[in-house]
């Protein structure tokens, strides 16, 4: 059993003021006044190891050329079948960066040049290899808004309009839904007759609700279009990134409806027309609604490493400190279906937590100890 000493501990809850961490192996044990095992360090202030909800880490990869990318396959604008996964390598050197500033997890997803494009992993950051790397499957990913139809040039069937994209999808969506019926339908030797490929069995669970749909979208009109296509089809969605939304009607809307907003990268260049309405002063719409929302980095649009430092934002919106730690551990894990696991500094939890020098909302202040599941990944000693 080790333990580690800090003056301030954000446990991603709440806040302990001179206590120690307690765990054994890969497990929390608890937070208590008095110290337990063995002393393995003294520090300022823990924080919960970092989640991002949204990211194309290990996809897109630092130091390798563009071309050699791998967030987007080209070949159909509607295809489930691909695994973020099959496409991560864990050599790539921004996955050491963010361990560094004590962001330990990623959900991978693939890009949006597709209607559909496949399934999201959340990971570990520190494994050795991609399949060690897997935690859990997060959903799968679409997109509406621009992207889809700015990839006319890609391989089969592609949209040039937004009406087009929708199109496809309803087309897509509605064949499996008339299987489906049928299937109920059918009796005897006939339900034999009716079989589902592996790429429509993951449409059909999408239609049945056992998968989530993450939604790329940014502006107002594309998710009201969202909006239509999940009362159309039942679907059950989060929405990815909403950077232009600057109006405080479809987060209320979205509040509503229970529907989970990943928001971001607030940090990015506004550099396509889909983002002409994007500022950090939209922010205050998406508190304001009471949504459920998450932080994401959208590596590589903003590094990995510099997901905790866009919470700045927030607490200019109102959010603590304490709240702005939450946002980027429990809520996005909560995002993410790893409330169990991570997200906070509680028993039974993993023991991944980040040791400071200083509070780390001080612009000069850095991670000098980072564990993930008990293991020391860096220190700033070494």
Not at 128 to 140: E, M, P, R
Not at 174 to 191: E, P, S, T, V
Not at 197 to 223: A, F, M, N, P, Y
Not at 254 to 271: E, M, T
Request: aromatic residues 8%.
């Amino acid at each position: 059993m080790n333990c580690v000493y800090a003056k301030t501990i954000y446990t991603g809850k709440s806040i302990e003021q001179n206590a120690y961490l307690i765990f054994k192996d890969n497990k929390i044990i608890n937070i208590s006044k008095s110290k337990k095992g063995d002393l393995i360090g003294k520090f300022n202030v823990i924080t919960p190891a970092f989640i991002d909800p949204h990211s194309h880490i290990g996809m897109v990869r630092a130091g390798e050329p563009g071309e050699e990318e791998e967030s987007n396959e080209s070949l159909e604008s509607i295809f489930a079948l691909p695994d973020a996964i099959d496409s991560i390598q864990m050599d790539d050197g921004a996955f050491t960066d963010a361990i560094e500033m004590g962001v330990l997890y990623s959900c991978v997803l693939p890009g949006s040049g597709n209607i559909i494009s496949g399934r999201s992993a959340a990971i570990r950051h520190y494994a050795k290899n991609s399949t060690d790397a897997l935690i859990k499957y997060t959903g799968i990913k679409g997109a509406f808004g621009f992207n889809p139809m700015s990839t006319t040039d890609w391989k089969g069937q592609r949209p040039s309009t937004r009406m087009g994209a929708l199109a496809i999808l309803r087309r897509q969506l509605d064949d499996i839904r008339q299987k489906m019926d049928k299937l109920r339908k059918a009796k005897g030797k006939d339900k034999d007759d009716i079989t589902f490929s592996l790429e429509e069995s993951i449409l059909r669970d999408i239609l049945e609700g056992k998968e989530i749909l993450r939604i790329h979208v940014h502006k107002i009109d594309d998710v009201a279009a969202l909006l239509r296509i999940v009362d159309e089809f039942k679907l059950k969605v989060t929405v990815e990134h909403a950077m232009d939304i600057h109006q405080p009607e479809i987060f209320n809307e979205l509040k509503k409806r229970d529907i989970l907003v990943n928001y971001g990268p607030v940090d990015s260049f506004a550099y396509k027309v889909e983002l002409k309405h994007e500022n950090w002063r939209n922010i205050k719409y998406l508190v304001e609604s009471g949504a459920r929302y998450g932080l994401m980095s959208d590596h590589p649009v903003i590094p990995a490493r510099q997901l905790f430092l866009q919470t700045r934002w927030f607490t200019r919106c109102g959010l603590s400190k304490q709240e702005a730690i939450e946002l980027v551990s429990s809520k996005n894990a909560e995002a993410l279906g790893l409330s169990k696991i991570l997200g906070t500094l509680t028993k039974g939890k993993w023991s991944s937590f980040t040791c400071w020098n200083e509070d780390p909302f001080d612009i000069t202040s850095f991670p000098i100890a980072v564990y993930g599941e008990g293991n020391l990944l860096y220190s700033h000693t070494q």
